[in-house]
Every structure is written in structure tokens, then in C-alpha cells.
């Protein structure tokens, strides 16, 4: 055999290998806990709600209390990825009384957030806030009072131009909570002409019902929340167009599990799917009980494609927020509501729900009620907020988990051994070498070639030759 030949056929054996990316294996996430920030901030009951992210920070909105007060305000801070150190603090106080953000969204330059204020007649009307990443500054701020009632903002999403705001109004007497979903102009806050709808999917004057969540994606809104058309509380998804508001035909998606209280408080969406995330069998009589409820529905037709009931302890669980990655959604909520509360975190798959190896987490930083309120994954990361009550009161706790690199099978025979290739765990990839698995695009890790990890794999890049990451 000529040498030209044999190179040939070492070359082609060499690919061969390093495509032998199916290997029927499951990958394994591991996760470690990368940083904790814990803030005090008064002697009564403050928490973290709600976060969003850019490259190189979070951005987290709750509320705390004015010392010596019972004047609960807003608070949004603006805290570095790394270390989670405070870049700024930015605090609204709009009256003296109970006010409070529920949601934060962001575009490249600014945060826009929702929640409540207590200036009006003696009742908590919408108040929505634009202000800029930069500093916090505040750009402008809208508030509408539609009821005679309690009326606050639950969530909140932008795209190009608009803002889509959902919560609960009580404009029909002021018992009777009811949906109200709104489209506002992100330059001004103005709201869009035809908008808000209002829905009272039961018709019950004695029922609360409000949307919790909101998904938007080219052509349409998602909402989500509880109403009371069965006699009891049930689960209730909407699809409705995003010019007009309109209903789209065929929905919208109910689910009644049980006679008890059943709502979902989260949802989010990939390019087909929801994922929507609460309770069910939420039981009023002592003792009570309550179960993590989590669906994943087609976004075309409301279909379910799959439901998962899960009880973390005895007592009452709520599944409360949702994020997701290329294959995975990661669920965060409260273990026994009303005993020593708990962070509880999942990660499941997202083909089928079924829980990851190494998962679940389980947070329990006092013998007082820790409560978690906001998830979200972020190249490679978990960020969670909620607070703790390790001072012995409510106190902001926000937490850094990096979930490393992930096993997708991928191996690579260096002249003694196997070894595994790193991929990155985020979606979409950040790194320029990338490779497919059963239709999700991962990205090959890249490291310098004298790094301690680095293969004996080399792989020219613009800036110079680099080494796949082995994984271990």
C-alpha cells in the first residue's frame, strides 16, 4: 500500500471517529453552586420576584420595606453574572402603602417591569416602569386603575416594538376578578388603540380570576392563568393574535385535574411548544395539600403532549416559574408551603418530562419559610431568586448554578484512551464549532491549546488554533 493511500484511508478512519457522535448514551448535566448573594434590608418580609439577563448581567426586581415602616416599595437591582456583586439600586415608593413589581422583561437597552402601587382610591392599581440598564433611570412609568378593586400586573413581555402586560382587573363590581391583557408602546408606555381585552371566562361573580403569564412569538400571545367555568378552579391556556387581541379559533386549552384548586403560575415557549408550570389538587381544609403540576402543549392547537404530578413532600407544593434550554426545562418552587418552606429545582426533559439524574435540588437555608420565586437559564447557568429567612425575617437570596459542560457521547481515541469531549449545555451555542444530535445543535467547547483540558484535537480558528475541551 502507497503512503498517499494509507494517509487516505488513516484520514477517513480518523473522521469516522470523530463523527461517532451516536453513541446511545444519555448526557449528564452536573451542577455546583457558583455564587449566593443574601440581602437584609428591613425587619420585615423582603424578597426577590422576578429577573432577566443580558450578556454580562442579571437585572432582579422585589420589594423591600422602609426601616422602622410598614411602607413596602419596589426595588430593582442590577448585579454582575460572575460574582453577582451590585452594579446599581434603583428603589420606587409611587405612595405609602403596599407596592410591589411581579415581572421584569428586557430588551438591549432597557427593563421594562411590572407590578402594583397603592396611589389611587385605597386599592392597588397597574403600574408599569420603563427604565434604562445603564443606570436604572427611570424613562417613564404608566398606571391605570381599571376596577374599584385589587388590580396589579402579573406578567410581562416585549418584542420589537410593544409590550404585552398581563394581570387581574375588577372593573365588572369589584369582586369579580377577571382577565385583562394590554399592548403598549415601548417608547411611551402608551397603550395601542383596541386594546385592553377583558375576559371573564366564568361569569362568576364571586370567583378570582387572573392570568398569570404571558409567551409572545412572531404572530401570537400566550396566556395563562386560572378560572372558575367548572365550579373550581382550573387551568386555562389562550392563543390570540397579536394585532387585535382576537381569540384564535379552537382555543382556548382547559384542564380541570381535580375539584380542588388547580392553576398554573408560569409558562414559557420554544419555536413549538409551551411549557406551562402551577398546581393542582390545592386543598382548603386542614390539612392542606397540593401538588407540582407541569405540561408541555403543541402552541398550533393546545394539544397536550405530556403532564407530569409531582409531591416533594407532604403538605402544600406549588410549582411557581420555568426556563428553559436547547432540551431541557428547569422548574423552581416551594416544598411544603406551609411548614419549613423549601427551594426545590428541577431539571426534566423536555421530549418526554422526565426528571434528569442528579435532580432534584433541595434548599432549605433555615427552619423558616424560604420561599423561590424566579428561575432563569442563561448560557450555561441557573439564576434563582426568592428570598430566605436565615436573619429570622424575609431576606433577598439570589443564587448563581452553573450547570459545566455536558457528555453528548462525543469521543475521541488520542493513541491510549477515549476520551470525552466537552459540549456546551447552552442553546443556542456560543462556541463557532458546532455539531448536531437528534435535531439540537450543540457547541463544541474550544480551549487554548496549552489549557490543562485540551485535546490532542486541534481546530484552527480566527483567533489561531485552539483544542476541543475534553470533558474530564
Given at each position: 500500500?502507497?503512503?498517499q493511500?494509507?494517509c487516505?484511508?488513516?484520514?477517513?478512519?480518523?473522521?469516522?471517529?470523530?463523527l461517532?457522535?451516536?453513541?446511545?448514551?444519555?448526557?449528564v448535566?452536573?451542577?455546583?453552586?457558583?455564587?449566593?448573594q443574601?440581602?437584609n434590608?428591613?425587619?420585615?418580609?423582603?424578597?426577590?420576584?422576578?429577573?432577566?439577563s443580558?450578556?454580562?448581567?442579571?437585572?432582579?426586581?422585589?420589594?423591600?420595606?422602609v426601616p422602622?415602616?410598614?411602607?413596602?416599595?419596589?426595588r430593582?437591582e442590577?448585579?454582575?453574572?460572575?460574582?453577582?456583586a451590585?452594579?446599581?439600586?434603583?428603589?420606587?415608593?409611587p405612595?405609602?402603602?403596599?407596592d410591589?413589581?411581579?415581572?421584569?422583561?428586557?430588551?438591549?437597552?432597557y427593563?421594562?417591569?411590572?407590578?402594583?402601587?397603592?396611589?389611587c382610591?385605597g386599592?392597588?392599581?397597574?403600574?408599569?416602569?420603563?427604565?434604562?440598564?445603564?443606570?436604572?433611570?427611570?424613562?417613564w412609568?404608566?398606571?391605570?386603575?381599571?376596577?374599584?378593586?385589587?388590580d396589579y400586573?402579573?406578567?410581562?413581555?416585549a418584542?420589537?416594538?410593544?409590550?404585552?402586560v398581563?394581570?387581574?382587573?375588577?372593573?365588572?363590581?369589584g369582586?369579580?376578578?377577571?382577565?385583562?391583557?394590554?399592548?403598549r408602546?415601548k417608547?411611551?408606555?402608551?397603550?395601542?388603540?383596541?386594546?385592553?381585552?377583558v375576559?371573564?371566562?366564568?361569569n362568576?361573580?364571586?370567583?378570582?380570576?387572573?392570568p398569570t403569564?404571558?409567551?409572545?412569538?412572531?404572530?401570537?400571545?400566550?396566556?395563562?392563568?386560572?378560572?372558575?367555568a367548572?365550579g373550581?378552579?382550573?387551568?386555562?391556556?389562550?392563543?390570540?393574535?397579536k394585532?387585535?387581541?382576537?381569540?384564535?379559533?379552537g382555543?382556548?386549552?382547559?384542564?380541570?385535574p381535580?375539584?380542588?384548586?388547580?392553576?398554573?403560575?408560569?409558562?414559557?415557549?420554544?419555536?413549538?411548544?409551551?411549557?406551562i408550570?402551577?398546581q393542582?389538587?390545592?386543598t382548603?381544609s386542614?390539612?392542606?395539600?397540593?401538588?407540582?403540576?407541569?405540561?408541555?402543549?403543541?402552541?398550533?392547537?393546545?394539544?397536550?403532549?405530556w403532564?407530569?404530578?409531582?409531591?416533594p413532600?407532604?403538605?402544600?407544593?406549588?410549582?411557581?416559574?420555568?426556563?428553559?434550554?436547547?432540551?431541557?426545562?428547569?422548574?423552581?418552587?416551594?416544598?411544603?408551603?406551609?411548614g419549613?418552606?423549601?427551594?426545590?429545582?428541577?431539571?426534566?426533559?423536555?421530549s418526554?418530562?422526565?426528571?434528569?439524574?442528579?435532580?432534584?435540588?433541595?434548599?432549605?437555608?433555615s427552619?423558616?419559610?424560604?420561599g423561590?420565586?424566579?428561575i432563569?437559564?442563561?448560557?450555561?447557568s441557573?439564576?434563582?431568586?426568592?428570598s430566605d429567612n436565615?436573619?429570622?425575617n424575609y431576606?433577598?437570596?439570589?443564587?448563581?448554578?452553573?450547570?459545566?459542560?455536558?457528555?453528548?457521547?462525543?469521543?475521541?481515541w488520542?493513541?491510549?484512551?477515549?476520551v470525552?469531549?466537552?459540549?456546551e449545555?447552552?442553546n443556542?451555542?456560543?462556541s463557532?464549532m458546532?455539531?448536531?444530535?437528534?435535531?439540537?445543535?450543540?457547541?463544541?467547547?474550544?480551549v487554548?491549546?496549552?489549557?490543562?483540558m485540551?485535546?490532542?484535537?486541534r481546530?484552527?480558528?480566527?483567533s489561531?488554533?485552539?483544542?476541543?475541551r475534553k470533558?474530564?
Amino acid at each position: 500500500m502507497n503512503k498517499q493511500k494509507f494517509c487516505k484511508q488513516i484520514s477517513f478512519l480518523l473522521i469516522i471517529l470523530f463523527l461517532s457522535i451516536f453513541v446511545f448514551q444519555e448526557y449528564v448535566v452536573a451542577q455546583t453552586l457558583k455564587w449566593t448573594q443574601t440581602e437584609n434590608l428591613s425587619t420585615r418580609p423582603d424578597g426577590a420576584g422576578s429577573i432577566t439577563s443580558d450578556a454580562d448581567y442579571i437585572y432582579v426586581a422585589g420589594y423591600d420595606y422602609v426601616p422602622s415602616s410598614t411602607d413596602c416599595r419596589w426595588r430593582i437591582e442590577k448585579r454582575r453574572k460572575d460574582t453577582g456583586a451590585i452594579v446599581w439600586t434603583q428603589i420606587s415608593n409611587p405612595s405609602s402603602l403596599g407596592d410591589g413589581p411581579n415581572a421584569i422583561t428586557s430588551d438591549s437597552d432597557y427593563l421594562y417591569i411590572g407590578g402594583a402601587d397603592y396611589n389611587c382610591t385605597g386599592y392597588p392599581q397597574w403600574r408599569i416602569e420603563k427604565r434604562r440598564k445603564s443606570d436604572g433611570g427611570l424613562v417613564w412609568a404608566q398606571t391605570v386603575n381599571p376596577g374599584s378593586n385589587v388590580d396589579y400586573v402579573t406578567a410581562i413581555v416585549a418584542d420589537g416594538l410593544y409590550l404585552y402586560v398581563v394581570g387581574q382587573d375588577t372593573t365588572l363590581g369589584g369582586v369579580n376578578y377577571q382577565w385583562r391583557i394590554e399592548k403598549r408602546r415601548k417608547d411611551t408606555g402608551a397603550l395601542v388603540s383596541g386594546w385592553p381585552i377583558v375576559s371573564n371566562p366564568s361569569n362568576n361573580a364571586s370567583s378570582a380570576e387572573y392570568p398569570t403569564a404571558v409567551v409572545v412569538d412572531s404572530a401570537y400571545i400566550y396566556v395563562c392563568g386560572g378560572d372558575y367555568a367548572p365550579g373550581n378552579f382550573q387551568w386555562r391556556i389562550e392563543k390570540r393574535t397579536k394585532d387585535t387581541g382576537a381569540l384564535v379559533s379552537g382555543w382556548p386549552a382547559t384542564v380541570n385535574p381535580t375539584a380542588n384548586g388547580d392553576v398554573p403560575y408560569d409558562m414559557v415557549g420554544d419555536s413549538d411548544y409551551l411549557y406551562i408550570v402551577g398546581q393542582q389538587n390545592l386543598t382548603s381544609s386542614l390539612p392542606m395539600s397540593g401538588s407540582w403540576r407541569i405540561e408541555k402543549r403543541s402552541k398550533i392547537n393546545g394539544a397536550l403532549i405530556w403532564s407530569q404530578v409531582v409531591n416533594p413532600e407532604s403538605g402544600v407544593n406549588l410549582a411557581w416559574t420555568v426556563s428553559l434550554d436547547g432540551s431541557s426545562v428547569y422548574i423552581s418552587g416551594y416544598a411544603n408551603w406551609f411548614g419549613d418552606g423549601k427551594w426545590y429545582i428541577e431539571k426534566r426533559k423536555k421530549s418526554d418530562g422526565t426528571l434528569d439524574s442528579n435532580w432534584p435540588v433541595t434548599e432549605n437555608p433555615s427552619t423558616g419559610f424560604d420561599g423561590v420565586d424566579g428561575i432563569l437559564f442563561d448560557s450555561g447557568s441557573l439564576y434563582i431568586v426568592g428570598s430566605d429567612n436565615l436573619p429570622g425575617n424575609y431576606q433577598w437570596r439570589i443564587e448563581r448554578r452553573d450547570l459545566g459542560f455536558i457528555d453528548i457521547g462525543l469521543r475521541f481515541w488520542d493513541g491510549s484512551s477515549a476520551v470525552k469531549i466537552a459540549a456546551e449545555p447552552a442553546n443556542p451555542p456560543t462556541s463557532a464549532m458546532r455539531i448536531a444530535k437528534e435535531g439540537i445543535v450543540y457547541g463544541l467547547a474550544l480551549v487554548d491549546t496549552t489549557d490543562s483540558m485540551a485535546s490532542k484535537i486541534r481546530v484552527q480558528t480566527s483567533s489561531g488554533v485552539k483544542s476541543l475541551r475534553k470533558l474530564e
